[in-house]
């Protein structure tokens, strides 16, 4: 399931899995790649094969899927939480 990266908001509500769900990481561009937790990647989620974005957090490196759940590392040299603030 998908979940915010705030828990406590107020649109906090699961969302079904689709077949179509594709979690990754991306670069900004080609070319940013700097250091291990770089700040110029994000972690996104796309439910119709990146036609568009659902979910993207800025500096999420690295993610892990246990069972139901989305675990997301974010780089400690982001300017901004994970909110987007």
């Known amino acids: 399931m998908l979940r915010p990266c705030n828990p406590h ?3 906090h509500r699961p969302q079904e899995i689709n077949d179509q769900l594709v979690l990754a990481t991306m ?3 080609a070319d940013a790649y700097n250091e291990p937790w770089d700040p110029d990647v994000s972690y996104v ?12 957090v800025r500096c999420g ?11 997301l ?3 400690n040299s982001c300017p901004v939480n994970p909110d987007g603030r």
Do not use: L, P
């Not at 989620?45 to 993207?56: E, L, V």
């Not at 490196?61 to 675990?71: A, L, Q, T």
């Open 9 to 11: 908001a107020a649109h």
């Open 27 to 29: 670069y900004a561009s």
């Open 45 to 56: 989620a796309s439910t119709d094969w990146f036609a568009s974005i659902r979910q993207q």
């Open 61 to 71: 490196n690295m993610f892990e899927v246990i069972g139901r759940s989305i675990y």
């Open 73 to 75: 590392a974010v780089a």
